[in-house]
């Protein structure tokens, strides 16, 4: 692992002096996707840094070159593109492309970004060098987890395979799928930034505990678990990007984004700064009481700095609730997602056939020469390096020692679900194989 690099120094440098925003109109276009390509080796080689514990080259290229803001606002600006053009494009009825694999490209830059400042925020010169733009990235951090605890009573989105009439339906359903995975994500991300609680902006902690109120948010998070369910009788935990099945003997260890929400909510409630100023009203002591059900000495065991949360509570469940603040504060307020909206106004029908005439409607030459691009930045070596676990069938999730042989991307448990997933991958695996030989 340790000797495994994707990027050299002065190529990881460039790559980072060049990242740019992009408008909405532009997104999947040349420029674009080469900056995507960029974008998922730093990803790639900052897991792989990480990994091997051999310091942090990337975090630190980003904060020198100060980088984290415009990383914020491309991850906005993808998100807008998925909620407002990307739902006017699967409407078209003149749009039927024969190969989705640009879209899904604008769709996994998001879970991309995400990525990259999952890995890079848990160091606190990062959340200081997003300057006002963590005010943004704290309202897309509450969009997500508010939006996983209102999906959390149905469930998370399945991962069973199921035929759909078009390919358009299929990419909703993945995008359906990566949205589950970026809204954990975006849970990380926002407790490393509580991490920096006591350095915060006032405007950012007000917005925090006032205008978002995220310690009532992360209680509901924790009542529902919405990376926790029931399959058959048993406790399976999402992880990984995978659904695992718990074993009795594990069922009460502490899962890690639980321990990401009791952290989140330790250094809201407890560090000086935010206790100044979060008002304990009385529907915020009512839903904060309800942890004191949770704190078990098994949880205390695992996270031992839970019991001075426990001291906390039981000191609120005994002091009157105190009544809602009015004072008039002047603060700032983000601006990345209504300066978005407010420059493309108007223009969401325009954007989404401006790009399926010049974007997403690639000859066949074209997407060729992407395959290789592509299997160019996802190295096989590297890959395997940064996965977390055994890879896993395509089909039926069981563990795989068999890889297709013709693209060398997807892996099975046996020839049955192979054949079984044909159907699906079919497509993506010629384009693959065609892409290696065009090299």
Not at 34 to 48: S, V
Not at 381 to 389: H, K, M, T, W, Y
Request: charged content about 25%.
């Amino acid at each position: 692992m340790g000797d495994l690099e994707l990027l050299l120094p002065g190529e990881a440098d460039v790559l980072v002096r060049g990242l740019r925003s992009f408008q909405l109109r532009d997104m999947g276009s040349r420029g674009w996707n080469q900056q995507h390509e960029n974008l998922e080796k730093l990803n790639m080689q900052a897991i792989l840094d990480a990994t091997a514990s051999q310091g942090e080259p990337i975090q630190e290229l980003l904060v020198t070159h100060g980088k984290i803001p415009t990383l914020v606002e491309e991850l906005i600006a993808v998100e807008m593109w998925k909620q407002k053009v990307f739902p006017v494009l699967c409407k078209l009825e003149d749009f039927k492309p024969q190969n989705t694999f640009p879209i899904y490209m604008v769709l996994h830059h998001e879970a991309s970004i995400i990525n990259l400042l999952e890995t890079v925020f848990f160091h606190k010169e990062v959340c200081e060098s997003a300057e006002d733009t963590v005010l943004d990235l704290v309202d897309y951090c509450h969009r997500k987890l508010t939006l996983l605890v209102a999906q959390s009573g149905r469930g998370a989105p399945p991962e069973e395979e199921s035929q759909y009439s078009s390919p358009m339906q299929e990419l909703q359903k993945q995008a359906e799928l990566m949205e589950f995975e970026i809204a954990l994500k975006a849970l990380s991300v926002l407790r490393y930034i509580t991490d920096c609680v006591d350095s915060l902006s006032l405007s950012t902690l007000s917005r925090m505990l006032s205008t978002h109120n995220l310690p009532c948010l992360l209680v509901e998070l924790l009542e529902h678990s919405p990376w926790s369910r029931r399959e058959g009788g048993k406790l399976q935990q999402f992880e990984s990007g995978r659904w695992h099945t718990v074993t009795p003997s594990e069922q009460q260890k502490l899962s890690k984004l639980d321990g990401q929400v009791w952290i989140a909510l330790y250094n809201l409630l407890l560090s000086p700064e935010a206790r100044a100023r979060y008002c304990l009203t009385s529907f915020a002591k009512g839903q904060l009481l309800k942890l004191r059900a949770f704190l078990t000495d098994t949880l205390l065991d695992q996270l031992p700095n839970l019991s001075d949360l426990q001291g906390f509570l039981a000191h609120l469940a005994l002091t009157e609730a105190q009544p809602p603040k009015k004072d008039l504060v002047l603060e700032q307020i983000p601006e990345i997602w209504e300066r978005l909206e407010r420059e493309n106004k108007g223009k969401w029908q325009a954007i989404a056939k401006h790009q399926l005439r010049h974007v997403f409607s690639p000859s066949e030459q074209d997407l060729r020469l992407q395959a290789r691009r592509w299997a160019e930045t996802y190295r096989l070596d590297v890959l395997e390096a940064v996965a977390p676990e055994r890879p896993r069938c395509a089909y039926c999730s069981a563990e795989a020692s068999k890889r297709c042989s013709r693209c060398q991307n997807e892996w099975y448990c046996c020839r049955e679900c192979q054949v079984k997933h044909w159907e699906k991958h079919g497509k993506a695996c010629v384009l693959a194989a065609q892409g290696d030989r065009a090299k």
